[in-house]
T-cell receptor
Framework: AQKVTQAQTEISVVEKEDVTLDCVYE???????LFWYKQPPSGELVFLIRRNSFDEQNEISGRYSWNFQKSTSSFNFTITASQVVDSAVYFCVLSTRDNQGGKLIFGQGTELSVKP | DAGVIQSPRHEVTEMGQEVTLRCKPISGHNSLFWYRQTMMRGLELLIY????????DSGMPEDRFSAKMPNASFSTLKIQPSEPRDSAVYFC?????????????FGEGSRLTVL
């Protein structure tokens, strides 16, 4: 079975705090891709990052960083020094060959609220 | 560059009416997806196309829903007749490649309210 679990339904932090959004995935496929998307209150879905299963290097982009660990099937997302504009729902997504590339598996999303 | 363009952005209609949602994917993209998002069910894949051909429509709720992609630059999702439970945000997304490696780019969504 293929599955993405985002155990944190809602997180609330105060501005400038660091916050980590957890993502655990399940797949028997050895080749797969993982993505993170952001959905701000305005409603659009914004692509943040793509990572393939052969590249376990962590990635940093400004205040955003991603930690991919195949050993624990996790692809966690950390926001450093959070800002109010980071308030959004964040989705972790799995894409595997098994689904002909079509049925991306979305997690349920984590709603992040950053308060001033 | 233009992103995925959806219309209308908002639609309010009465039960029983026909609804047509439209999507223009990013030029050069080979895959197109229709998703529906509700609070209760989250994001659901309705159907996707590769090179204008429907690959999987198992997510289409029932015969009232139909989708077409007559060419590489246009797709429609039609609901006939509409019901209140169809109220949702419908997203169209496109991807540059037909395989599983690429990211999806989403439109801004069409918010449908069926009274």
């Amino acid at each position: 079975a293929q599955k993405v679990t985002q155990a944190q339904t809602e997180i609330s932090v105060v501005e400038k705090e660091d916050v980590t959004l957890d993502c655990v995935y399940e797949t028997r496929d050895t080749t797969y891709y993982l993505f993170w998307y952001k959905q701000p209150p305005s409603g659009e879905l914004v692509f943040l990052i793509r990572r393939n299963s052969f590249d376990e290097q962590n990635e940093i982009s400004g205040r955003y960083s991603w930690n991919f660990q195949k050993s624990t099937s996790s692809f966690n997302f950390t926001i450093t020094a959070s800002q109010v504009v980071d308030s959004a729902v964040y989705f972790c997504v799995l894409s595997t060959r098994d689904n002909q590339g079509g049925k991306l598996i979305f997690g349920q999303g984590t709603e992040l609220s950053v308060k001033p | 560059d233009a992103g995925v363009i959806q219309s209308p952005r908002h639609e309010v209609t009465e039960m029983g009416q026909e609804v047509t949602l439209r999507c223009k994917p990013i030029s050069g993209h080979n895959s197109l997806f229709w998703y529906r998002q509700t609070m209760m069910r989250g994001l659901e894949l309705l159907i996707y196309f590769n090179n204008n051909v429907p690959i999987d429509d198992s997510g289409m709720p029932e015969d009232r829903f139909s989708a077409k992609m007559p060419n590489a630059s246009f797709s429609t999702l039609k609901i006939q007749p509409s019901e209140p439970r169809d109220s949702a945000v419908y997203f169209c997304a496109s991807r540059a490649v037909t395989g599983f490696t690429g990211e999806l780019f989403f439109g801004e969504g069409s918010r449908l309210t069926v009274l």
